[in-house]
């Protein structure tokens, strides 16, 4: 843990991925709105903040979808040494 936490990249995908699965609309968010100011057609647009929310859970099937990729027998370091060297 102590050597993945010491390389920068691993520590900025680790507190990303922590980021993300805390992200979850709740009942207390929602009445909750996002209002945010156009000044090209100056107009005032209000967004659904549990909307905005479940958007950004979607991100979590990326972290599901890495794990699982990462757990092929496709993603070890000889896989990637070869297709280095093949130029693929």
Do not use: W
Request: aromatic share 14%; with cysteine.
């Amino acid at each position: 843990m102590r050597a993945l936490l010491s390389d920068k990249s691993a520590l900025f995908l680790f507190l990303f991925e922590l980021f993300l699965v805390l992200i979850h609309p709740t009942v207390f968010t929602k009445g909750m709105l996002l209002s945010v100011y156009d000044d090209f057609y100056q107009l005032t647009l209000d967004y659904k903040l549990n909307h905005l929310l479940e958007l950004l859970m979607l991100c979590k099937y990326f972290v599901f979808l890495r794990t699982i990729i990462n757990l092929t027998k496709y993603a070890k370091p000889r896989v990637k040494r070869v297709c280095n060297n093949n130029q693929i």
